[in-house]
């Protein structure tokens, strides 16, 4: 059983910086690619951030510059670390890992984390 997990959200003043963390467990084998996506309401979920294995790493341009995405891949735990916050960037925050269990690679999703940034 695999479970994914992530925490860090909150409600932060416009400018302000949060670090969200998903934390991965189970019979994991590694775990190949961890992303963020955010949901607002009424909206669609959209692709924040991305993260290979083997350290790269992608963007969606409205988080360029202010969003970093890393790994502690012993851990299997990823981060996404939000600066200059804007009230836009509230929404809930997923993470979605890619996971080898085995020969076979498995998508799991979080709950999700709130973030509402205030203006």
């Known amino acids: 059983q695999v479970q994914v997990v992530e925490s860090g959200g909150g409600l932060v003043q416009a400018g302000g910086s949060l670090r969200l963390s998903c934390a991965a467990s189970g019979s994991i084998s590694s775990i190949n690619d961890m992303d963020w996506y955010r949901q607002a309401p009424g909206k669609r979920r959209e692709l924040v951030a991305q993260?290979?294995?083997?350290?790269?790493?992608n963007y969606a341009d409205s988080v360029k510059g202010r969003f970093t995405i890393s790994r502690d891949n012993p851990k299997n735990t990823g981060y996404l670390q939000m600066n200059s916050l804007k009230p836009e960037d509230t929404a809930v925050y997923y993470c979605n890992a890619l996971i080898q269990i085995g020969s076979h690679q498995y998508s799991y999703w979080g709950q999700g984390t709130q973030v509402t940034v205030s203006s």
């Open positions: 993260s290979t294995s083997g350290g790269s790493t």
